[in-house]
């Protein structure tokens, strides 16, 4: 299951909720590392629901999966996006992969310098996707703290959090494998598990025994005379043996 990860890979908070023309709402201005325009990633894995061209370029972002909340929350979410200055190479259905290119800063709209306003709604996408607060502020329906909605980590540099703890998610490392035994310690214990024991040592094998006696027998051994052809002997021989005569 993925937890949401921050946007943007600087955090540069200049707008909080609850300020100016985010009361009603938990929206937050996203600046990013300075005055330029810097990408903003997706948080989850998702899909775009709605573009809302006719304003600031907004979009909707909605997590095809439940995902899980700082706050411990498991559920869909959907964030909403706006100020991006081109929005032609996003369209509804356009499924977009964690950490993937999804949005740009921008000044579309209402916007004082480049920035992307942020908006965390909990569960999925529906109906217009906002509505009009009592402040006359449109806000995303079921909106929702952002810091109870975003992780970070070590890959996002805090510049400015606007005095906002976010909880972090610590990049874990790859467990390091046992090393393996010198090549000089696997040859040394094949060799003694090659190697007879002492008891094999002071027993020798009772093949090679027989195979000692026979060759003393041998040497003992001389010969008399070979068969030439098929005969009345002493001994009756066959063509090709040969008659010995131990001493």
Known sequence: M????????YMRITQGFGEGSHMGGFAIDEAGKDTGIDDLFAPFTGMIKKIY??????????????????????????????HDND???????????????????????IATGAHCHMECGLGKFSGSGWYKNSYGNWVIKNGK??????WINDEITIIDSHGYNFKKIEIQQQEE????????EEKKEEQEENSPTKEEEKTPDKSEEEKENN???EK??????????DDLYAIRLKKGQDLYLKK
């Open 2 to 9: 993925e937890k949401p990860i921050y946007p943007s890979k």
């Open 53 to 82: 061209q006719s304003d600031a370029n907004e979009i909707w972002f909605e997590s095809l999966e439940p995902v899980e909340y700082p706050d411990g929350t498991i559920d869909y979410m959907n964030i909403l996006m706006a």
């Open 87 to 109: 929005v032609t190479d996003l369209y509804i259905g356009k499924v977009i992969k964690q950490g993937e290119k999804l949005y740009q800063e921008g000044t579309k709209g």
């Open 145 to 150: 703290n952002p810091t109870e909605c975003l």
């Open 177 to 184: 494998k046992e090393p393996e035994p010198p090549i000089e």
């Open 215 to 217: 060759e003393e027998e």
């Open 220 to 229: 003992d051994i001389k010969l008399i005379f070979s068969c030439e052809k």
